[in-house]
């Protein structure tokens, strides 16, 4: 769901830590406030926001490793619809590929991992992963 032009969109580069949390979630909130078309679906980009990006800190960048973020965002080509666009260094990895965590289990029993992407899929839109030269771009789309 890449947007035709990418006019609407505006970006925000960080470092692939921790620290860059708190403003590129500010920066993505305060962008959808003046273009996101519905204001109730904040909470759920919050919330994809920070599962995304914590994964992007912990896994495509280790504690020893260095990189950046690109977060990109806006109302995209499509009316009502809010685009945010995750652009990391890190090794290829589709999040969008993995099984679904088997939910039925008791939490002594699960597997770790997946509940984030779970929550990613019903929590917007739309969701399109692809690999472009070194790096994962993992774009989601917000609708009401």
Known sequence: M??????NMAGLTM????SSL?????????????????????LKID???????????HYAHGPKQTGTVTVECGSGAEEGRF????TDQGPPFDPLSQPPPD??????????????????????ASQQYRREGDSNVLEIVFAE
Do not use: C, Y
């Not at 470092?15 to 921790?18: L, Q």
């Not at 919330?47 to 800190?57: G, H, R, T």
């Not at 289990?105 to 509940?115: A, F, I, K, S």
């Open 2 to 7: 890449r947007p035709s032009s990418d006019e």
């Open 15 to 18: 470092p692939a830590d921790i």
């Open 22 to 42: 708190e403003p590129l979630r500010s920066f993505v909130l305060e962008r959808f406030e003046s273009t996101g078309p519905f204001p109730a679906l904040a």
């Open 47 to 57: 919330l994809v926001l920070e599962e995304v990006l914590l994964n992007i800190f």
């Open 83 to 86: 685009l945010v666009r995750f």
């Open 103 to 124: 939910v039925t289990l008791g939490m002594d029993e699960r597997v770790q991992g997946g509940l984030g992407i779970l929550l990613t899929k019903e929590m917007s």
